[in-house]
């Protein structure tokens, strides 16, 4: 006979503490059989579940985006890295450009410039409804596939890679622009086919083949390995959030393992690189991870609070290029261990106040375009800060925020803006940041009505207050007309009652007889 597991609960007292009949022992109340008995809320499995919900409960914000702390966390931390950026590459450019014969606050003023016009950008693209700009998808999209085409005819090469385009005393890279087009592309096609994504097909044209297709074949033309890279994990992220079928990446992960390594093995340079990186020595006997193996010299000699600000060593050329790809290791070598936990914790604040926005959309536009977002910064992030603590190859991909490069600042700033404004509107109406522009015919309309109704009222009643106080009733002016009074609601004359057209009829006399 298989005994039932029982859960006795005792007894509870009647009014006025008097027994309720049936005992405490004889309170239990029977359980279906086959039902596991709970364990105590004092075990450790219950610990662990409890602290489980609670990390993710804080983590998603419930209830938090409203009050705008998820806004003013991403806000911040943006912010501040920027300013770190600055001052960084401050620190780390002044002794190449001296020896250059430059200025050495020419690179921070140029970051600076870009700075400003990311951030003024950005607190715009906040302001702006997120499906508005689903309209510039496909225009965006055919912009950035003209300009990575024409980086391969007039670009400018520099390390091996050919990326840029000079513009003036600046120049662009449109690879950098190509990540913030694709990621709104690639959310308004997957909204569009929601129904649809079920299907492989459906799922991977045209998100996949040919749309990301063609990017990637234009930044790896330009030699562009650690880009390309970034670019497969927006449009793995995008799939991702879109909800496509998890067999479908296991499928796409492979068969970019096998291209990759074709990629690096028919490269010279690229497998240069990787046998560096495990220790061996290039057919040539050159050294291409010396960047790496200095970059630890230099987090080494940081300790815990660094070395003092501009006191770096390895910037006197022992990283060549040092405010770009490796400005982690100077932050570490100036500001010691306690300087990169900072930048660490502040990209954690960004990464889960993104989070945040991410979870609670339920759209798959906003979602998909949010999330792409968020594993592009910190994915990119993660890869750079890799490379210079020596766990990844030498991949030339920058620190978002704080490497010098303007059209990656200006980029990451804008994505930035896209984001809070999708945080903006899981605000309560009271809390929101005010508007400060208006957009488009409809809006621009309503200002316009709003404005010259503003007037009429500051007109009327500049024109009341012009005009002399009302007197009491009963108490009319000397000169005034008769029938006037001193009120000047009741000043204007009457009109006068209408007439009866039909003449009156004369009433008979009375005729005596004579």
């Known amino acids: 006979m298989v005994s039932t597991p029982t859960r006795t609960t005792a007894a509870r007292p009647a009014a006025g503490g008097a027994a309720s009949g049936k005992s405490a022992g004889s309170s239990a109340l029977p359980v279906p059989a086959g039902t596991p008995s709970r364990k105590p809320a004092g075990t450790p499995a219950a610990r662990v579940r409890a602290w489980y919900r ?46 250059a014969g430059e200025s050495p606050y020419s690179a921070a003023l140029k970051q600076g410039g870009f700075a400003a016009i990311g951030v003024f950008a950005m607190f ?42 000079d513009v003036g005393p600046f120049t662009f890279q449109p690879s950098e622009a190509a990540k913030l087009a694709l990621a709104l592309w690639m959310a308004t096609v997957l909204d569009r086919k929601a129904k649809l994504l079920h299907e492989w097909r459906h799922a991977l044209i045209p998100v996949a083949v040919p749309g990301a297709a063609v990017i990637l074949g234009l930044i790896l033309a330009g030699n562009d390995l650690g880009t390309a890279m970034i670019v497969m994990i927006i449009v793995a992220a995008a799939l991702f959030f879109a909800g496509v079928r998890l067999y479908l990446f296991a499928i796409a992960g492979a068969a970019l393992a096998v291209f990759t390594t074709i990629l690096a093995v028919t490269n010279p340079n690229r497998m240069c690189r990787i046998l560096s990186w495990t220790g061996q020595t290039c057919a040539d ?49 100036e500001l010691g261990l306690v300087g990169t936990l900072v930048v660490l914790v502040l990209f954690a604040i960004l990464g889960t106040a993104i989070y945040r926005v991410v979870v609670a959309q339920h759209d798959i536009f906003h979602r998909v375009l949010a999330g792409a977002i968020m594993v592009w910064l910190l994915g990119q992030a993660s890869v750079n800060m890799a490379v210079v603590t020596g766990l990844a190859p030498v991949i030339g991909v920058p620190l978002p925020f704080i490497s010098y490069g303007g059209s990656a600042l200006l980029m990451s700033l804008c994505a930035i803006g896209v984001v809070l404004s999708l945080a903006r509107a899981q605000m309560d109406p009271g809390m929101q940041p005010k508007k400060m522009l208006r957009f488009g015919p409809a809006a621009f309309a309503n200002s316009v009505r709003r404005a010259r109704a503003a007037r009429a009222a500051t007109k009327a009643s500049s024109q009341g207050a012009a005009r ?47």
């Not at 409804?129 to 007039?154: D, H, S």
């Not at 230099?298 to 910037?315: D, M, T």
């Not at 006037?484 to 009829?505: D, I, Q, V």
Request: no cysteine.
């Open 124 to 165: 715009v693209l906040s302001r702006v409804n997120v499906v508005w700009l689903r309209r510039f998808a496909w225009p965006v999209m055919f912009l950035a596939v003209a300009l990575l085409g024409l980086v391969l005819l007039v670009g400018r090469s520099a390390l091996g890679n050919q990326n840029w385009i």
């Open 285 to 333: 006997g050159s050294d291409l991870n010396y960047q790496s193996t200095n970059g630890l010299y230099g987090l080494a000699s940081g300790g815990w609070f660094g070395v003092g600000l501009g006191q770096s060593r390895q910037k006197y050329s022992w990283i060549p290029e040092a405010h770009n790809d490796f400005i982690f290791a100077i932050i570490g070598e």
């Open 468 to 514: 002399p106080a009302a007197k009491p009733a009963g108490k009319s002016p000397a000169n005034a007309k008769p029938g006037s009074t001193g009120n000047p609601a009741r000043s204007a004359p009457r009109n006068p009652s209408p007439k009866n057209p039909a003449p009156k009829t004369p009433a008979p006399k009375n005729r005596t007889k004579a």
């Open 54 to 99: 609670r990390f993710w409960s804080a983590l998603e914000g419930n209830g938090k985006s409203r009050n705008g702390s998820t806004y003013y966390l991403i806000l911040g931390s943006t912010l501040a890295l920027t300013a770190i950026g600055i001052m960084m590459v401050l620190s780390a450019s002044s002794v190449e450009a001296i020896a």
